[in-house]
């Protein structure tokens, strides 16, 4: 494994002297996100004439794939300068949004059908994930908190999940940006490899969503995923997803924990507060924009346009996608890792393929 840290892109914020000085900051990187989507969004439909008025055999191309290619176009070759990384770190923000306000497409109904499925296949592959990449980490002698780190990312949500451990188990700077490099190669994989097999497959729309939930590690990896396959395979990604990131905090605290006992982590004394601070906050937006749908608090042309904002805000949640993925981490980050990470998620993928196709063969034989 190479020793040097892997130089990952500086999204983060700096610290502001005021509000509006802060809402300032974040203007050129938010606008570059929009452009980006709206460039994309622009090229689908462009295309889309060439093919229609011209008959052209040009490919189509939605926007999802659009904003993710010009987004990698820009952040590998001139890069993301300095002025554009605030605002470009809020993709995550319009992601959650989104999520958010796609539960006005699920009535609760169709969230405890689904979601009971997902978490029964949402525990079988925390404990494939936890135990497949601990095995690996292991057998390819990975320093042991690295190990960890790729655990907790493969089996929660990505490089959120690293985030929260990284304070509760205190790893060294370099097993974090290795661990990081190693989930974004992925998931960026993921984004192609994922759409080709399931159209090769011929799967449903249902059936795509709940497996790109549940072996995508990043949630907005596995979102733009499954929105690749179509809108409904994307939406049921989210709620896979969802449920997914609902047990980031008893993951990461069990981890805590365990690190705790061998002295190389700080003892966690209040375990709810813990477990509360960890918690994904925009699921409980989910379920809220759910439950008002269900009790038809909106009527048909609010949900529309509810649907319509979520597509607004995944725009430049999209586009984030591409800007924060870098191909130079392929090679830099060395090739235990990497290989540890694709064994484990190929595994975790054919597992979790194969209890999807059974889960749904058995719902449609009763």
């Not at 700080?266 to 924009?289: C, D, M, S, T, Y």
């Not at 990470?341 to 975790?348: K, N, R």
Request: net charge positive; hydrophobic share 55%; aromatic share 10%.
């Amino acid at each position: 494994m190479a020793s040097s840290t892997i130089p990952l892109p500086n999204y983060a914020t700096p610290a502001p002297a005021s509000g509006p000085r802060r809402l300032l900051d974040l203007l050129p990187g938010t606008a570059l996100l929009f452009g980006i989507g709206l460039l994309g969004k622009g090229l689908e439909q462009f295309f889309a004439w060439l093919h229609s008025a011209h008959h052209l055999p040009v490919p189509h191309v939605e926007y999802v794939l659009w904003a993710i290619l010009l987004g990698l176009a820009l952040s590998n070759s001139v890069g993301v300068p300095a002025i554009f990384r605030p605002g470009v770190a809020t993709y995550e923000l319009w992601l959650k949004l989104g999520i958010v306000l796609v539960g006005a497409k699920f009535l609760l109904g169709d969230v405890a059908h689904i979601g009971g499925l997902s978490l029964v296949l949402v525990f079988v592959e925390l404990l494939l994930s936890l135990s497949v990449m601990t095995l690996l980490g292991r057998i390819f002698k990975l320093p042991p908190k690295l190990t960890s780190l790729l655990a907790i990312g493969s089996s929660i949500c990505g490089v959120t999940a690293i985030m929260a451990a990284q304070g509760a188990i205190e790893p060294d700077e370099e097993d974090t940006s290795t661990a990081i490099a190693a989930i974004l190669t992925l998931g960026a994989l993921a984004l192609f490899t994922f759409p080709a097999i399931g159209h090769a497959l011929h799967m449903g729309q249902q059936a795509f969503g709940l497996w790109t939930g549940l072996a995508v590690d990043n949630t907005a990896e596995a979102t733009v995923t499954g929105a690749l396959y179509g809108d409904e395979a994307g939406r049921f990604a989210v709620l896979a997803k969802t449920a997914r990131s609902a047990f980031i905090g008893f993951v990461v605290l069990g981890y805590a924990i365990y690190w705790a006992r061998q002295g190389q982590a700080e003892r966690i004394e209040n375990k709810a507060l813990f477990l509360w601070q960890k918690f994904p906050k925009f699921i409980l937006g989910f379920v809220a924009i759910s439950l008002l749908a269900t009790s038809g608090f909106f009527t048909k042309g609010q949900l529309a346009s509810l649907s319509n904002l979520s597509k607004w805000a995944f725009l430049p949640a999209f586009a984030g996608v591409g800007l924060r993925t870098q191909l130079r981490d392929l090679v830099n980050q060395g090739w235990r890792p990497i290989v540890v990470g694709v064994l484990g998620e190929i595994f975790i993928a054919l597992v979790t393929l194969g209890l999807v196709f059974l889960a749904y063969h058995f719902q449609a034989a009763r």
